[in-house]
């Protein structure tokens, strides 16, 4: 068990307790929890590329606790009132697709290799900074339309690009394997 391991179970861990926060109206205290998770996101991987601490476990770890993460605070923020319906299917539908494609791949014994695009790890920094952004708002009255605006129009866009890049880069991969076999 490697410390980037242990950093993201802590930020597995932490998903419901952010949602309950938002849940029960703590938008402060989900607010630095989320903020918390989402630097952590980016410790873990510096630590485990930094110090040679890349694992198997922490190839599949990390971006499963970024879906959970990503898509609890996401239906969370639109039960609360803070984020729009069709994001919140934009994003649940990205990560559904990815999570499905590589499960179909290993039922069918063609797994495919989780590697992240850059496109991806782009769209995960905006929803992050757009999930912020929302619950700042909540927490602290901080309203500045234009960036909301802007970060829930580029955050659905880089989910929609980033969405079909994996899904030619698995239909690749499908296509490949058949070749092969």
Same mark, same amino acid.
């Given at each position: 068990?490697?410390?980037?391991?242990?950093?993201?179970?802590?930020?597995?861990?932490?998903?419901?307790?952010?949602?309950?926060?938002?849940?029960?109206g703590?938008?402060?205290?989900?607010?630095?929890?989320?903020?918390?998770?989402?630097?952590s996101?980016?410790?873990?991987?510096?630590?485990?590329?930094?110090f040679?601490m890349?694992?198997?476990?922490?190839?599949y770890?990390?971006?499963?606790?970024?879906?959970?993460?990503?898509?609890?605070?996401?239906?969370s923020?639109?039960?609360?009132?803070?984020?729009?319906?069709?994001?919140?299917?934009?994003?649940?539908?990205?990560?559904?697709?990815i999570?499905?494609?590589?499960?179909?791949?290993?039922?069918m014994?063609?797994?495919?290799?989780?590697?992240?695009?850059?496109?991806?790890?782009a769209?995960?920094?905006?929803?992050?900074v757009?999930a912020? #952004? !929302? *619950?700042?708002? @909540? =927490? /602290?009255?901080?309203?500045?339309?234009?960036?909301?605006?802007?970060m829930?129009? &580029?955050?659905?866009?880089? #989910? !929609? *690009?980033?969405? @079909? =890049? /994996?899904?030619?880069?698995?239909?690749?991969?499908?296509?490949a394997a058949?070749? &092969?076999?």
């Amino acid at each position: 068990m490697t410390l980037p391991n242990l950093i993201t179970i802590a930020r597995l861990l932490g998903v419901p307790v952010v949602v309950w926060l938002i849940a029960d109206g703590f938008f402060a205290a989900a607010f630095w929890l989320f903020m918390l998770s989402g630097i952590s996101d980016g410790i873990d991987g510096y630590i485990a590329r930094r110090f040679d601490m890349q694992s198997e476990l922490g190839a599949y770890l990390d971006p499963i606790a970024d879906k959970a993460l990503m898509v609890a605070v996401y239906l969370s923020l639109l039960f609360a009132g803070l984020m729009p319906l069709w994001l919140v299917i934009a994003v649940t539908a990205r990560d559904l697709l990815i999570v499905g494609a590589v499960n179909l791949s290993w039922i069918m014994g063609r797994p495919v290799e989780i590697r992240p695009f850059f496109i991806s790890k782009a769209t995960t920094v905006f929803q992050i900074v757009t999930a912020a #952004t !929302l *619950l700042g708002k @909540a =927490a /602290y009255g901080v309203r500045v339309v234009w960036l909301e605006n802007g970060m829930i129009v &580029a955050t659905a866009i880089l #989910t !929609l *690009l980033s969405a @079909a =890049a /994996y899904l030619l880069a698995w239909l690749r991969h499908m296509a490949a394997a058949d070749r &092969a076999s």
